[in-house]
């Protein structure tokens, strides 16, 4: 027995140093995003150094991050937000990522982009260069609840340890490392666009789907269910109220009665669910405002925006807000002066 304890604590000892040595290596070696428009070390990272309270919250894959712009909303109601999406964020990661934000924050709406709830994934493989699973977990702090999320994105333990601990995925980083990986401190990143990703218009139009004659449901993946269910009721135990909303996108056939799956489950918990494909004409999107079919490029999504402020401003009137921030007035500036490069 003495023995075996022997060996456990010499064990935990050697794991605690050999994290005590490449903890300080993983910070240098890991990938930071931090060129726009997909800074999401900035945007991700950033979320984690502000001191605003925000009293909207948006989460989601990349259909969030090319969609909401708190700037533009702020501009129109006072309301300020935050995006804290992701690349392709499944939703056990959205649950996650909420969870996250609920322990610094208190917003009075979360915002859930429910695109991923289409995906017939269960883990996503690692065969881009950087994988969908890294592209959630580099930047989400250390905490338990990471250490669950590495469990529901990989198979085995091998590829969850890793997810864990970078350095397996970016030791070979060391041919493109530059001077800011080195002097690169997470506790000063912040984005202006607090989470919203800017995308450059382009010149190819993206014809819209004739999707409004698409009934009938289709069963989601179990996972993509199950995650979908543990978000609402986290909501629901917290006190926050859900706001289910599917973005404008060019959605495609096969989709609308897996939305309309979505629509179903929010009726059935009594969650507020809006699909803003039905409101494209009214808004005044064209074929025209998309970076490609699933994603507003940076003029639609401002228009969208504004758009969508209008519409929490009548169905939530009694939410807090705070027009006169000089911080926020600076970053808006910035914000236009960069759309107005787009418009030109």
């Not at 890991?30 to 945007?43: F, I, Q, V």
Request: glycine share 4%.
């Amino acid at each position: 027995m003495k023995d075996t304890q022997k060996f456990f604590v010499k064990t935990v000892a050697f794991l605690v140093l050999l994290g005590l040595i490449l903890y300080p290596v993983q910070k240098v070696m890991a990938r930071k995003s931090l060129d726009r428009p997909w800074d999401m070390t900035n945007k991700v990272g950033g979320f984690y150094n502000e001191e605003d309270r925000f009293e909207v919250m948006y989460f989601g894959p990349s259909h969030a991050y090319a969609a909401f712009s708190p700037l533009a909303i702020w501009e129109e109601t006072g309301v300020k937000s935050y995006v804290f999406a992701t690349q392709q964020q499944p939703m056990w990661a959205t649950y996650t990522y909420v969870k996250e934000a609920l322990k610094t924050q208190s917003p009075a709406l979360v915002v859930v982009e429910f695109r991923m709830a289409f995906s017939d994934q269960e883990y996503f493989a690692e065969k881009d260069t950087i994988p969908v699973s890294y592209a959630y977990m580099d930047d989400l702090a250390l905490s338990w609840d990471k250490v669950k999320l590495a469990g529901q994105s990989a198979p085995d333990w091998e590829s969850r340890f890793g997810l864990l601990f970078n350095f397996m995925m970016y030791h070979s980083r060391w041919k493109e490392m530059h001077r800011s990986d080195f002097t690169f401190r997470r506790s000063q990143v912040r984005d202006p666009y607090k989470g919203f990703v800017m995308l450059a218009p382009q010149e190819t139009p993206q014809p819209r789907p004739p999707i409004e004659t698409v009934g009938g449901t289709t069963p989601l993946l179990e996972k993509n269910q199950y995650w979908l269910e543990e978000i609402i009721k986290l909501c629901q135990e917290k006190g926050v109220e859900l706001w289910l909303i599917k973005t404008p996108c060019n959605l495609e056939l096969e989709e609308k009665p897996m939305l309309n799956t979505v629509k179903a489950t929010a009726e059935r918990y009594n969650v507020p669910f809006h699909d803003f494909n039905e409101d494209y004409y009214s808004m005044g999107l064209t074929q025209d405002m998309f970076y490609d079919a699933h994603h507003l490029d940076a003029l639609g999504a401002d228009r969208f925006s504004r758009y969508f402020a209008g519409v929490l401003a009548v169905a939530r009137p009694n939410l807090e807000t705070d027009p006169d921030d000089a911080a926020w007035a600076a970053d808006l500036e910035e914000y236009k002066a960069a759309l107005a490069e787009f418009q030109s």
